[in-house]
């Protein structure tokens, strides 16, 4: 699987972006996919991932404002940021996990990974 992320760039705190990652493959449904973050000096966290299914979970700081969504028929999993903050500036990673059944927070237990798109929020 080959993930292609983008839709990043500069915003004001307060404002919005919707990051896309397109898969490559015939078997993106079956995957769970997710969205990371590495900002400067700090490690690279999950902010939302979303199951074959499409359960979802969302980190505890980006609950209420971020939405994941996937579109099987696109082969493309969504990242809607609203209300953005300074402290959401940092690259955001897709991720694929090949793995059916629930949600996958475990950022180890990701296969596939797409460049970063960076996200940068002025305040």
């Known amino acids: 699987v080959q993930l292609q992320a983008y839709g990043g760039g500069l915003v004001q705190a307060g404002g919005f972006l919707r990051l896309s990652c397109a898969a490559s493959?015939?078997?993106?449904?079956?995957?769970?996919m997710g969205w990371f973050r590495q900002a400067p000096g700090k490690e690279r966290e999950l902010v939302a991932a979303?199951?074959?299914?499409?359960?979802?979970h969302y980190a505890d700081s980006v609950k209420g404002r971020f939405t994941i969504s996937r579109d099987n028929a696109k082969n493309t999993v969504y990242l809607q940021m609203n209300s953005l903050k300074p402290e959401d500036t940092a690259v955001y990673y897709c991720?694929?996990?090949?793995?059916?059944?629930?949600?996958?927070?475990?950022?180890?237990?990701?296969?596939?990974w797409g460049q970063g798109t960076l996200v940068t929020v002025s305040s």
């Open positions: 979303i199951s074959s299914g499409g359960s979802r």
């Open positions: 493959g015939r078997t993106f449904s079956s995957y769970g």
């Open positions: 991720a694929a996990v090949s793995r059916l059944g629930g949600v996958t927070t475990t950022r180890e237990w990701y296969d596939y």
